[in-house]
């Protein structure tokens, strides 16, 4: 028994399968994962090599290359790039293509580090991580006239709040100065007691490391023994002993200098700027990690902000359904302590926003597609094989997004650019099973027999034709690298569309098709169907007595100067190639877009002061 045969004489398990693929479209869609762009593999981790005080030199010849030889050898590692500061350095090693598990490789470089022993005690311990590429999904600036110690508090809590809602991705502050202990020695003391600055430095650091010192093996159990450091607070340093005389005097930091707590003594200001005010400001950049939903993380972010800025909340219909997080983003805003005075809140540089853009373009295509196919055949055929390849578009569409959901794809903007491409294709194998179908059936073929008949004559013909599409597609799956991970989702988005409709028309539409005409078969003729049938008696004759003469003269002219007609296409495409091969036609792998975003790079000589800076950037 053949599809279209088991799809005509058994219609409630067809049926069934129709539902299951439009409700698990609207499930899939209301659930997919949002993102900008797909999750790409790691190819590489970072090696941290923290040496506080040292300087790049001795991170190099102490740490740096004995970790370099190290991790060499390993099968696993392509290339490697070392950066090297004062006080530490990092290590990005990139691992060669085709490796089976990049979490493998990564616990390979971390056991070769840990095998070193010959390293300096001063050196923390080194650690390696997993690279994971994270794409911001949108900024938000607390901005204003207020200290910098303020700013930085309070979005210090703006960031606790967002970390508390589920899905939240990974949130960095910029802006921001770190925080830092400074302990100021006072000259005369360090004559009188004899001790210089490196020795107090030591000292402090001594007692602020954490001392491991090894395992205690009892009867209940093992226990690990460690000396914890001094706390980094001032009140904890001014009690640090840094010298102890053989009378019994102790010298601790407060009897020789002070210690206070502030920012790093760094020239960097950050300004942000609108209509409204402006003024110093922190930022947080919540980035999209993993399979989070970017789109989500902008709307639970631009809730919250609304909150705090005093903006009411506008529910949506995701909101009533229960599938969004806004209205509990709201509410964390809304329990927030007040802004501080004269201070703004305000999200800026909204990427998830393009996400949103794309996703409203594609569900406008294919709303409009389906209407335009149905005034397209309801011109040309009936409005049946009109209403059934409608359906057809939209039963399509839906399992696609369910099969998405299943094998884990995501939406981005190359998975809907490549259901905005494949929504034309969608409904050419309906047309033509239907169209054969309604031929069948004005041949005085039973209605049944003529959905079986129509749908198994063309039945290989439309197989091939689908093939073919998706082979085409299918090299994008042989490119390497990171460029094979974004361009990877197009072909599989393609195929699961072209294959879903092909099940459509070969199984589902002939089982509509045939009972529909049946059904019209043994109804009586209304006022409806007689105006139906006028215009499509209409219809037939200007096409048949107008349209298909002309198209006969062209054929029989081309036909007969065949050679002609040969030339004329052969010309054709010489000069395609001809401005292909010149130049004249140019090729971009992805084309350049508009940008919302101007920056501005400022010049002054070197030694510039700040103040004289920020008068040329006012005027800017």
């Known amino acids: 028994m053949s599809l279209p045969s088991f799809g005509v004489r058994k219609p409630v398990p067809v049926n069934l399968l129709m539902i299951a693929f439009i409700m698990g479209g609207i499930v899939g869609g209301l659930t997919m994962t949002r993102e900008f762009f797909p999750d790409l593999t790691p190819e590489s981790a970072s090696i941290n090599l923290p040496y506080p005080g040292a300087t790049p030199e001795e991170i190099e010849e102490t740490l740096a290359l004995k970790v370099e030889d190290k991790i060499a050898d390993l099968d696993e590692v392509d290339s490697m790039t070392t950066t090297l500061a004062e006080g530490g350095g990092g290590i990005v090693v990139e691992f060669r293509d085709g490796i089976d598990s990049i979490s493998d490789a990564v616990n390979e470089v971390e056991l070769a580090v840990e095998s070193l022993l010959d390293l300096p005690d001063e050196a923390e311990r080194i650690q390696v991580f997993e690279i994971e590429p994270a794409i911001p999904a949108i900024f938000l600036t607390l901005y204003g006239d207020a200290p910098e110690d303020v700013l930085k508090t309070t979005i210090r809590e703006i960031k606790d709040?967002?970390?508390?809602?589920?899905?939240?991705?990974q949130i960095e502050i910029t802006g921001t100065r770190d925080y830092e202990v400074r302990v100021d020695i006072d000259r005369d003391a360090l004559l009188s007691f004899g001790i210089s600055l490196p020795d107090i430095a030591s000292r402090i650091r001594g007692w602020m490391t954490d001392i491991p010192g090894g395992t205690v093996r009892t009867n209940t159990g093992d226990f690990t023994v460690r000396t914890m450091g001094v706390e980094e607070r001032s009140e904890a340093i001014r009690d640090i002993v840094v010298l102890a005389t053989a009378d019994g005097q102790v010298v601790r930091v407060r009897d020789i200098g002070t210690v206070s707590e502030g920012f790093v003594d760094e020239l960097v200001e950050t300004r942000f700027a609108t209509h409204e005010n402006a003024g110093p400001c922190a930022t947080l950049t919540i980035s999209k990690v993993g399979d989070q939903d970017a789109v989500e993380i902008a709307e639970m972010v631009r809730a919250y902000a609304d909150a705090r800025s005093g903006k009411p909340f506008e529910a949506g219909v995701m909101d009533r359904l229960g599938l969004a997080q806004r209205e509990l983003a709201y509410n964390v805003g809304l329990k927030a302590s007040p802004l501080p005075e004269?201070?703004?809140?305000m999200t800026h540089s909204d990427l998830a926003r393009f996400i949103e853009g794309r996703l409203a373009l594609l569900s406008r295509n294919a709303f409009w597609g389906m209407i335009l196919v149905f005034a397209t055949l309801l011109i040309f055929l009936n409005w049946r094989v009109a209403f059934w390849v409608g359906m057809g578009l939209a039963t399509a569409m839906c399992g696609t997004l369910m099969a998405m959901n299943l094998l884990g794809v995501t939406l981005n903007l190359l998975t809907m650019f490549g259901l905005i491409i494949v929504l034309g294709l969608l409904v050419d194998d309906a047309i033509v099973v239907a169209e054969n179908i309604q031929a069948w059936h004005d041949r005085k073929e039973t209605s049944l027999v003529g959905a079986i008949k129509g749908a198994e004559e063309v039945f290989w013909p439309v197989c091939a034709t689908v093939m073919t599409s998706i082979v085409a597609f299918l090299p994008l799956l042989l490119?390497?690298?990171?460029?094979?991970?974004?361009?990877?989702?197009?072909?599989?988005?393609?195929?699961?569309?072209?294959?879903m409709s092909l099940i459509e028309s070969v199984l589902i539409l002939p089982s509509h098709m045939g009972h529909s005409l049946q059904k019209r078969d043994k109804s009586k003729p209304n006022r409806f169907t007689k105006v139906l049938a006028g215009y499509e008696h209409a219809?037939?004759?200007i096409i048949q007595d107008g349209v298909l003469p002309l198209y006969e003269k062209v054929l029989r002219w081309c036909l007969k100067y065949r050679y002609v007609s040969l030339s004329i296409a052969l010309a054709t495409f010489m000069s395609t190639m001809g401005m292909i091969a010149s130049g004249k036609t140019e090729f971009e792998f992805l084309p350049s877009s508009d940008s919302e975003t101007l920056i501005i790079n400022l010049r002054m000589p070197v030694g510039t002061p700040i103040d004289e800076t920020k008068v040329v950037v006012e005027k800017l």
């Open 161 to 169: 709040d967002l970390k508390s809602m589920p899905g939240m991705g």
């Open 342 to 345: 004269g201070t703004s809140l």
């Open 479 to 499: 490119i390497k690298g990171e460029t094979g991970d974004l361009m990877g989702a197009l072909p599989w988005v393609v195929t699961i569309a072209l294959l």
């Open 539 to 541: 219809r037939d004759r």
